[in-house]
């Protein structure tokens, strides 16, 4: 003490820059540019939750710069005022690239591999804006038909900016129901105002709980269907199980209960997932056809986008997809996405989609055929649609 007191310093001496001071008032130069920080800040906040909903929707942004937004059209299937569906013709489609299919064994799972098409992380875009927004129960559902074409068109329309979908299929209607309405929607993308929600499970057309499921959540739920010719399909639904379980029998003999009668088995799944009109019966007791939207899976692949112009009529969006966001990918051998949702390259489905088809016995073929001619016509007169399956 009497150190520290020595040379005539005492406690009151210290020298004023060791004790406690006020902070020095900052310049008034360096306060605005503060608050000009700010302000930016907030600006730039306020103008990107605003692009979320609509900058994107400006294909020159975000998209392909492909031009004007086309108007509003009227949904392009909408019933005829007699309650009759219009007739359309998808006659004289050539089938896809690959010609005859694949199919899967009795009892077959039906869940779709998992595929980098089929993204649950979402786009760094989209993770940025993962905090806006809300979780809503689907306004559309593709409800079918499994090997269709389904994850090629949601995928396209994914690059809608007004479309928001969960990636891998939830399984909801039918493996999943009893989780409840509020886990379902848990599973949601979040979406802003004027965005629809959507979700794909090819497996619904064929559950029987399904249509009353759907209605029940909400009867104007819109539904689309992709259905391709059911031989083809059930040629790749073969495929997609043979390529998981080489040893299963051959499809000629899956597709017989008795082959020397002709007698088909429609109780093999890769059957029974084409008879579509039996499965539209269901459907029709709680939607009406208006409701419904039948999507040609040839013509997904020949013209996707006249396909999906259809669909975003139905959608009530606006045209936003168009030629202009295709190409023909050669060495796949289908039409691909000159940008993907999200990652502005190109994009072609992975190899689970457009798998080479095993070579079928013509004869099986034929009969086959023959076995869905009758139930064609009946699905081409439910819908007003022909196919030209035939
Ligand atoms: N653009 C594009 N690229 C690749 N594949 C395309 C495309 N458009 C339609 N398809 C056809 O989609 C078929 C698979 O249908 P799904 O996606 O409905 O299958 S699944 O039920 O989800 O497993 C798939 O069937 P396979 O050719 O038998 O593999 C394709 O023919």
Redesign the pocket.
């Given at each position: 003490m009497g150190q520290r007191l020595s040379g005539g310093r005492s406690c009151l001496d210290v020298p004023g820059r060791l004790l406690p001071q006020p902070p020095p008032s900052p310049p008034p130069v360096r306060r605005k540019l503060a608050l000009l920080f700010a302000m930016l800040c907030v600006w730039l906040y306020m103008f990107l939750y605003s692009c979320a909903g609509s900058c994107a929707a400006a294909p020159g942004l975000l998209l392909l710069g492909s031009g004007p937004r086309a108007a509003h059209a009227p949904p392009a299937l909408a019933s005829a005022p007699d309650g009759t569906p219009p007739r359309l013709t998808f006659g004289g489609l050539a089938a896809?690239p690959?010609g005859a299919?694949?199919g899967m064994a009795k009892g077959a799972e039906?869940q779709?591999?998992q595929s980098p098409e089929a993204p649950d992380s979402p786009s760094p875009i989209s993770s940025f804006f993962s905090g806006s927004g809300s979780k809503q129960l689907p306004q559309a559902i593709i409800i079918g038909?499994?090997?269709?074409?389904?994850?090629?068109l949601l995928e396209f329309l994914r690059v809608h900016p007004d479309v928001r979908a969960v990636g891998a299929?939830p399984h909801f209607f039918d493996r999943s129901y009893d989780k409840g309405l509020a886990w379902y929607r848990d599973l949601m993308p979040r979406t802003l105002e004027g965005q629809i929600t959507m979700e794909?499970t090819?497996s619904y057309f064929v559950t029987r709980e399904a249509p009353a499921r759907i209605a029940a959540m909400s009867r104007d739920t819109k539904l689309i269907v992709?259905v391709?010719d059911p031989v083809?399909r059930a040629?790749?639904d073969y495929?997609?199980t043979l390529s998981k379980r080489p040893d299963i029998p051959s499809f000629e003999s899956l597709t017989f209960r008795n082959r020397t009668a002709g007698l088909v088995d429609t109780a093999w799944s890769a059957i029974h997932i084409g008879l579509y009109a039996k499965h539209l019966e269901h459907w029709l007791r709680h939607f009406p056809l208006g409701r419904m939207l039948f999507v040609s899976?040839e013509r997904?692949?020949r013209d996707?986008a006249g396909e999906l112009r259809r669909v975003q009529d139905f959608l009530g969006l606006k045209r936003i997809i168009t030629d202009k966001h295709f190409y023909f990918n050669k060495t796949?051998g289908?039409?691909?996405l000159k940008k993907a949702e999200g990652s502005g390259r190109p994009h072609?489905?992975g190899k689970?989609?457009?798998?080479p088809?095993p070579d079928i016995d013509g004869d099986v073929l034929r009969r086959l055929r023959d076995f869905y001619r009758p139930l064609n016509r009946k699905f081409y007169q439910m819908t007003g649609l022909d196919f030209g399956w035939d």
């Amino acid at each position: 003490m009497g150190q520290r007191l020595s040379g005539g310093r005492s406690c009151l001496d210290v020298p004023g820059r060791l004790l406690p001071q006020p902070p020095p008032s900052p310049p008034p130069v360096r306060r605005k540019l503060a608050l000009l920080f700010a302000m930016l800040c907030v600006w730039l906040y306020m103008f990107l939750y605003s692009c979320a909903g609509s900058c994107a929707a400006a294909p020159g942004l975000l998209l392909l710069g492909s031009g004007p937004r086309a108007a509003h059209a009227p949904p392009a299937l909408a019933s005829a005022p007699d309650g009759t569906p219009p007739r359309l013709t998808f006659g004289g489609l050539a089938a896809t690239p690959l010609g005859a299919g694949k199919g899967m064994a009795k009892g077959a799972e039906s869940q779709e591999e998992q595929s980098p098409e089929a993204p649950d992380s979402p786009s760094p875009i989209s993770s940025f804006f993962s905090g806006s927004g809300s979780k809503q129960l689907p306004q559309a559902i593709i409800i079918g038909v499994k090997k269709g074409g389904t994850r090629a068109l949601l995928e396209f329309l994914r690059v809608h900016p007004d479309v928001r979908a969960v990636g891998a299929e939830p399984h909801f209607f039918d493996r999943s129901y009893d989780k409840g309405l509020a886990w379902y929607r848990d599973l949601m993308p979040r979406t802003l105002e004027g965005q629809i929600t959507m979700e794909k499970t090819p497996s619904y057309f064929v559950t029987r709980e399904a249509p009353a499921r759907i209605a029940a959540m909400s009867r104007d739920t819109k539904l689309i269907v992709v259905v391709r010719d059911p031989v083809t399909r059930a040629v790749s639904d073969y495929a997609q199980t043979l390529s998981k379980r080489p040893d299963i029998p051959s499809f000629e003999s899956l597709t017989f209960r008795n082959r020397t009668a002709g007698l088909v088995d429609t109780a093999w799944s890769a059957i029974h997932i084409g008879l579509y009109a039996k499965h539209l019966e269901h459907w029709l007791r709680h939607f009406p056809l208006g409701r419904m939207l039948f999507v040609s899976g040839e013509r997904l692949v020949r013209d996707p986008a006249g396909e999906l112009r259809r669909v975003q009529d139905f959608l009530g969006l606006k045209r936003i997809i168009t030629d202009k966001h295709f190409y023909f990918n050669k060495t796949k051998g289908f039409p691909c996405l000159k940008k993907a949702e999200g990652s502005g390259r190109p994009h072609c489905l992975g190899k689970t989609k457009g798998r080479p088809h095993p070579d079928i016995d013509g004869d099986v073929l034929r009969r086959l055929r023959d076995f869905y001619r009758p139930l064609n016509r009946k699905f081409y007169q439910m819908t007003g649609l022909d196919f030209g399956w035939d």
